[in-house]
C-alpha cells in the first residue's frame, strides 16, 4: 500500500503469533520482575514465611505461563512465517556477519542504514542474547520451583528424594522440615545452589539486556521512522526504499 504523501510502502512482517508472543511475553516479564523484586527484598519488607511462600507461587504460575509462551515461540521458529524462522533472528552465518560489519560501517560512517524489514544485524545479536537469557531463566526457575516451594515439574521427585519414606513424601510442605531426612535436604540444597545462583544473577543481566533492547528500539525508531514499535501492534512496517531482505 503505498502513502502518496510520503511515498512509503507498507510491508508485512510479523505474523500474529510473534505479536502475540511479544506482548504476552512482555507482561510475563514484568510480573516476574515485580514479583521476585519483593522475593529479593522479603526480609526487608517484613515479608512473614506464609507471605514468602504466596509470592513464590504466584511467581512460579506466572513462571509457567512464561515458559509455555517461550517454548512456543522456539517451535515457532522452526515452522512459522518467513521473519518469524531462525534462521533469519540468529545471527549466525558468514552472510549476516558480512551484513553486520556493512551495518556498523554506516553507522560510523553517518550514512543511512540500509533498510531491513525483519531484524537488522545488531538487533539480532540482542534478539539472541534475550532469548538466550529468557531460556536459562525459565529451566533453572522450573528447577527452583521444585526445589523451594515443590511445584511441578520437579517438585514431587524432589520430595521423594528428601523425604525420610515413602509414607512422608506427602507430608513435606515448604517452609516445614516435616517428612523430611536432613542429610537428604542438605544434598537437595547443595544440588539447588548453581541453579539459583545463574537465576539471580541471569535476572539482572536480562534487566540490564531489556533496558538495552528498549533504548536500542527507541533509537532506531527515530532514526529510520519504519514503524518498527506500531508494527508490533499492526505486524507492518514502512518504508521509502525496498528492504534488502525482502523475499
Same mark, same amino acid.
Given at each position: ?22 506482548? &504476552?511475553?512482555? $507482561?510475563?516479564? /514484568?510480573?516476574? @520482575?515485580?514479583?521476585? !523484586?519483593?522475593?529479593?527484598? %522479603?526480609?526487608a519488607l517484613g515479608v512473614p514465611s506464609d ?75 540482542? &534478539?539472541?542474547? $534475550?532469548?538466550? /537469557?529468557?531460556? @536459562?531463566?525459565?529451566? !533453572?526457575?522450573?528447577?527452583? %520451583? ?10 514431587n521427585t524432589i520430595k521423594e528424594w528428601i ?85
Amino acid at each position: 500500500m503505498i502513502n502518496s504523501t510520503q511515498k512509503l510502502t507498507s510491508y508485512p512482517v510479523w505474523d500474529k503469533t510473534v505479536r502475540l508472543f511479544h506482548w &504476552v511475553n512482555v $507482561l510475563c516479564v /514484568l510480573g516476574l @520482575i515485580a514479583v521476585g !523484586t519483593v522475593i529479593l527484598n %522479603a526480609k526487608a519488607l517484613g515479608v512473614p514465611s506464609d507471605g514468602k511462600i504466596l509470592l513464590k507461587t504466584v511467581h512460579v504460575y506466572i513462571g509457567y505461563v512464561f515458559f509455555i509462551n517461550l517454548s512456543w515461540r522456539i517451535i515457532w521458529g522452526f515452522i512459522g512465517s518467513h521473519f518469524a524462522r531462525w534462521r533469519m533472528i540468529l545471527p549466525f552465518g558468514r552472510k549476516n556477519r558480512v551484513e553486520l560489519m556493512d551495518y556498523i560501517a554506516d553507522l560510523k560512517n553517518n550514512r543511512p542504514a540500509k533498510p531491513y524489514l525483519g531484524h537488522n544485524p545488531i538487533a539480532r545479536l540482542m &534478539v539472541a542474547l $534475550l532469548f538466550l /537469557l529468557m531460556s @536459562i531463566q525459565a529451566i !533453572t526457575g522450573l528447577v527452583l %520451583a521444585g526445589t523451594d516451594v515443590y511445584m511441578a515439574p520437579f517438585g514431587n521427585t524432589i520430595k521423594e528424594w528428601i523425604a525420610v519414606d515413602s509414607n512422608a513424601v506427602e507430608l513435606i510442605k515448604p517452609y516445614s522440615k516435616e517428612g523430611i531426612d536432613e542429610a537428604s535436604y542438605l544434598e537437595m540444597r547443595d544440588f539447588r545452589k548453581p541453579f539459583i545462583t545463574t537465576h539471580y544473577y541471569v535476572f539482572f543481566l536480562l534487566l540490564l539486556a531489556i533496558i538495552v533492547h528498549l533504548l536500542g528500539v527507541v533509537v532506531t525508531e527515530l532514526k529510520e521512522r519504519n514503524g518498527l514499535v506500531s508494527a508490533m501492534f499492526t505486524g507492518n512496517k514502512v518504508f521509502k526504499d525496498k528492504p534488502i531482505d525482502l523475499e
